[in-house]
């Protein structure tokens, strides 16, 4: 060791303070291009909020942890608060783990068969779920504005009927009348389920209630991971008429206590934090909209913070893959077997900046490899 410290010295012996202090300089200016040079990745390819849950959520969730930790949960307390939300009983509420585990327990519950309609692309993991559960998933198209084709679902002759709203990935939305004029249309054999996970962000609220009410079998579930940024508590809700149904769809011993005082604490108390972030993807829709007037670049309207977007220049691979080159990342859309999209996250607003820029550059260096 002393050898070492002696040899690392020795080199400043025949230097002047003058030059060990230039030196130094260059190098630490060195190591600061370098830092500077090393663009940070940004995200746009996840669904789930890119914010964390409100600080009061976690709170109430620390608290349930260090107070609960040794009894199962009792959540009558919470299936109390999301009835008097949704304008349901208690007894038609079933909370579980994530919509995407409710959705895919509920398939197996209702043990679909046959064909099932659906509205598509939607949910990606849908058809899977459907096939795993011994049914036959049937794309049906959207309709021109990227929502579910009310009409078509209806007349696919399935044995369950399968839609999102606001729809995953083109952030359209069905009319909440329209929607239950298909309730009351469907065969009274055929299941309706309505995948609500992004429902916070529409600017009508889905007609849970009388959708119920209007026919016995329909399911809708609705999730905390996106408007409440809860994706890591795993927290979903079901809403049925079926009661038998919902007590199959309710995991053994129970939602965590943790993940029912965050969702309790949503239900009850979150409403102003799901109207910032509402305004805030309306926001950055809108200016992401504006941006691309007059370029290659375009997407339907829509709600929520989750854009479809397509490229005269490029198909959605090959653009995933020219802004995965300036660290941005989305998701092509094969992934939903569309070979014209991405899809894109929306975030603030120094993230749709930086989508706009690399959008921008991956045109220009298009027209610069073609010559135009």
């Not at 040794?70 to 009835?83: C, F, G, K």
């Not at 609500?196 to 999730?223: H, K, M, N, T, Y």
């Not at 102003?272 to 200016?287: H, I, K, L, N, P």
């Not at 220049?313 to 992934?335: I, K, M, N, S, Y």
Request: charged letters at 25%; glycine letters at 8%.
């Amino acid at each position: 060791m002393i050898r070492r410290l002696r040899d690392y010295y020795r080199q400043f012996e025949e230097l002047s303070p003058e030059e060990i202090s230039r030196e130094l300089r260059e190098r630490r200016d060195a190591e600061r291009a370098r830092e500077l040079s090393e663009v940070p990745p940004l995200d746009l390819a996840s669904a789930s909020w890119y914010e964390p849950p409100d600080a009061e959520a976690v709170n109430a969730a620390t608290y349930a942890l260090r107070r609960a930790v040794n009894t199962y949960p009792d959540d009558t307390p919470l299936r109390e608060a999301l009835a008097r939300r949704h304008g349901v009983e208690p007894a038609q509420v079933a909370a579980g783990h994530g919509a995407g585990e409710l959705l895919h327990a509920a398939f197996r519950a209702i043990a679909v068969r046959g064909e099932v309609a659906i509205a598509w692309p939607g949910w990606g993991p849908l058809p899977k779920l459907v096939h795993e559960a011994g049914g036959t998933p049937v794309p049906v198209p959207l309709a021109g504005d990227g929502a579910a084709d009310l009409p078509a679902l209806a007349g696919a002759g399935a044995s369950a009927v399968v839609l999102c709203t606001p729809n995953d990935p083109t952030g359209a939305a069905v009319d909440p009348a329209a929607l239950l004029r298909l309730a009351h249309d469907l065969p009274r054999s055929t299941w309706l389920v309505v995948d609500g996970a992004l429902a916070e962000f529409a600017p009508d609220e889905l007609p849970q209630a009388a959708l119920i009410d209007a026919r016995e079998r329909v399911l809708v579930v609705r999730s905390f991971s996106k408007a409440h940024a809860m994706a890591g508590f795993r927290a979903g809700v079901a809403l049925s008429g079926d009661v038998e149904l919902l007590d199959r769809l309710t995991p053994a011993g129970g939602v965590s206590a943790p993940a029912q005082a965050a969702m309790l604490w949503a239900a009850t108390q979150g409403d102003g934090v799901v109207r910032r972030r509402r305004a805030t993807a309306a926001r950055e829709r809108d200016r992401l909209a504006k941006a691309l007037r007059g370029t290659p670049f375009s997407f339907d309207g829509g709600h929520g913070h989750l854009v479809w977007l397509a490229s005269e220049e490029h198909d959605g691979a090959t653009l995933a893959r020219r802004l995965a080159g300036q660290r941005v990342f989305v998701t092509p859309g094969h992934a939903w077997g569309d070979e014209r999209h991405v899809r894109v996250a929306l975030r603030d607003g120094a993230a749709t900046d930086r989508l706009v820029a690399a959008l921008l550059d991956a045109s220009r260096a298009t027209h610069a490899t073609s010559g135009v």
